[in-house]
């Protein structure tokens, strides 16, 4: 069984997590924001799934072959390279 929960505002102007039957369960907090993340805390977060991750392929990138593009940039020949 589920168990409903809600967020309330005291007299005091504090916020408390309470259930159906007007009984505090968490609180008082100073926030109505600090009461929601306290009751997603208490929700487990186990019932909602991960963010879905990005299905983009990663391209890697040769090591030598950036070196070559950055030496054609400069420049310089191959035949540079390997007399040195």
């Known amino acids: ?3 409903i929960l809600n967020v309330i ?4 102007g504090q916020f ?3 259930d159906q039957r007007s009984n ?3 609180g008082p907090f100073d926030t109505n924001a600090a009461a929601w993340k306290a009751l997603d805390r208490l929700d487990n977060e186990a019932s909602r799934p991960d963010k879905p991750r990005s299905r983009k ?3 890697w ?3 030598r072959r950036t ?6 940039r400069n420049g310089s020949s191959k035949s ?3 007399s040195r």
């Open 1 to 3: 069984m589920s168990q």
């Open 9 to 12: 505002r005291s007299d005091d």
């Open 16 to 18: 408390e997590i309470t």
């Open 24 to 26: 505090v369960v968490e």
């Open 57 to 59: 392929k990663i391209l």
């Open 61 to 63: 990138v040769n090591p």
């Open 67 to 72: 070196q070559r593009r950055l030496a054609a």
């Open 80 to 82: 540079d390279r390997t």
